[in-house]
């Protein structure tokens, strides 16, 4: 197996890891299952007053194949990490399998689509949904099963589908929602942007070397022209700092005693999470886009991402292009857009050997970073997208 199929596995991976059972079943024992799956955590969060996020669970449960609910703003994210953090923030008290499970579709429509292995397939279902009030904004927290480096069931040499992108023009259509935000870990591509803070962009970009390197979409930049409402990010990066602990990265020294060193072991800096912005060239180009690949990509201080993008992940380009197909199609409905992503590996030391050894430590770090801060930096990424939602509903919308 070569280097860019391994890593192609480590992507399905890593997007699976923390599925149970009950995830997967459209009506879960809630009675069996972990306590943390069924109740968000408390994270002692203080919102300034009126800003708080509000749960709004329905009188009675919806069937699973009833329509999406309208709301202003959706808040759409991938993982059981990402959905745990966004649970924690945006719906206390009602954990991962207390969101309402969404089918619709699914069996006429994408069931096909989707390869027989991926985790859609085994649950029968789009993703899962729970309605939040934000100040005067509905909000609506969606977890996908569906994902661009899960699904793909080969057409051609290079071509796949990707079931997402209608899963995309299903919750614009159903919801009519104004703004869209995707959210979730990444890999850091810049050396200062480290473990915790979170990218902010209005940009994305296909970046696509295995199963979609022939698309059309392949290499193709998408923008969103959305004026960001800034006024509480700074609410949000107070909040994010209390967590600053749980980013604490581990004194290092040579794996075994094999390797001639003496001395204590060498401590890292402290991370204290910060948000970054592309919008008026804050911290990085305007519309610096984030980039997508078809495989598990990684931030390293000689392959310089940096230049093209704002950090790396595995699925948001696609969001992009679902708006370019509404304008290209003159639809009379055309959400606006952004790009919420959290540094859960940090750029990675490039001078580290990778193919001329069968232990390839640049992966094998960066994978390690993206387990063991999965969450803790999904909440940080999870509270941006609350200081952004917040901001808005302060703000109201421009209908000029």
């Avoid at 689509?113 to 939040?132: E, H």
């Avoid at 991370?271 to 931030?299: C, S, V, W």
Wanted: aromatic share 10%; proline share 8%; charged share 25%.
């Amino acid at each position: 197996m070569n280097d860019l199929d391994q890593r192609v596995d480590i992507a399905r991976d890593l997007l699976s890891a923390g599925i149970t059972r009950a995830d997967l079943e459209l009506s879960p024992d809630l009675a069996a299952a972990p306590d943390g799956a069924v109740l968000a955590a408390d994270l002692g969060l203080v919102f300034p007053d009126g800003l708080a996020p509000v749960p709004q669970p329905f009188d009675t449960e919806p069937p699973t194949d009833a329509p999406l609910p309208h709301a202003d703003v959706v808040v759409i994210t991938w993982t059981v990490a990402e959905q745990n953090a966004l649970a924690d923030v945006f719906t206390r008290g009602f954990g991962r399998l207390k969101w309402y499970r969404y089918t619709r579709r699914f069996e006429e429509h994408y069931r096909p689509l989707i390869r027989r292995s991926a985790p859609a397939f085994a649950a029968g279902r789009l993703g899962s949904y729970f309605p939040v009030k934000l100040g005067d904004l509905d909000v609506l927290c969606v977890k996908s099963e569906l994902h661009l480096n899960q699904d793909g069931v080969k057409t051609g040499e290079g071509t796949a589908t990707l079931p997402v992108r209608d899963f995309f023009h299903q919750i614009v259509e159903e919801v009519q929602p104004r703004v869209i935000a995707t959210i979730g870990t990444s890999g850091s591509v810049f050396e200062d942007f480290p473990l915790g803070d979170v990218v902010v962009t209005r940009g994305a970009k296909f970046r696509c070397q295995k199963e979609f390197r022939n698309e059309e979409f392949n290499d193709r930049t998408f923008t969103s022209e959305w004026t960001l409402p800034l006024d509480r990010l700074a609410d949000a990066q107070t909040m994010m700092l209390d967590f600053s602990d749980r980013l604490t990265e581990p004194p290092l020294g040579p794996p075994s005693t094999r390797y001639p060193f003496e001395g204590p072991l060498i401590e890292p800096p402290a991370n204290a999470p910060a948000i970054r912005i592309e919008q008026d060239e804050r911290d990085m180009p305007e519309f610096h886009p984030i980039l997508t690949t078809d495989y598990f990509e990684y931030g390293t201080s000689t392959n310089k991402l940096e230049l093209e993008g704002s950090a790396v992940e595995m699925g948001d380009a696609v969001l992009g292009l679902t708006v370019a197909d509404l304008t290209e199609a003159g639809a009379d409905h055309i959400p606006d857009w952004v790009v919420v992503r959290n540094m859960s590996d940090p750029q990675i030391n490039g001078a580290l050997p990778t193919r001329e050894f069968r232990l390839n430590p640049q992966t094998m770090w960066a994978v390690a970073f993206y387990e063991a801060y999965g969450y803790w930096t999904s909440v940080c990424g999870a509270l941006t997208t609350w200081g952004l939602v917040a901001g808005l509903a302060e703000q109201g919308f421009d209908d000029a």
